[in-house]
């Protein structure tokens, strides 16, 4: 069985959360996921890749795996806070320093 790198990141409410290693294929595939719907909006477009790229890369929440259709649930299993923190590890998986926070994260391999 092939081992998957994740990054494993504890969100503020204490919510452990694994996401895979990122690739570059997936802002591209975030991108196609959004295009039609943020229209020209470039806007939109940001904020719906954001959401789209944690959709890609969630592997589990809480010790449980996550399948297709209940990655599409984020609104539900995420707070505003953890959200926003996400979002941040991503950006910095992405190269990102932007901001002052420290996000703390680790890179794990998972069976």
Do not use: H, W
Not at 86 to 107: A, F, H
């Amino acid at each position: 069985m092939s081992k998957l790198t994740v990054v494993k990141v504890t969100c503020p409410s204490g919510k452990v959360v694994l996401l895979r290693e990122m690739n570059i294929g997936d802002s591209e595939t975030a991108a196609e996921m959004v295009a039609q719907r943020a229209g020209d909006n470039q806007i939109l477009m940001g904020m719906f890749m954001q959401k789209a790229l944690l959709q890609i890369l969630l592997v589990q929440v809480d010790g449980k795996k996550l399948s297709g259709p209940e990655k599409q649930n984020i609104n539900s299993m995420f707070k505003m806070n953890d959200y926003t923190y996400l979002l941040k590890v991503i950006g910095k998986l992405m190269g990102s320093d932007e901001g002052k926070q420290e996000v703390k994260m680790e890179m794990v391999a998972e069976e």
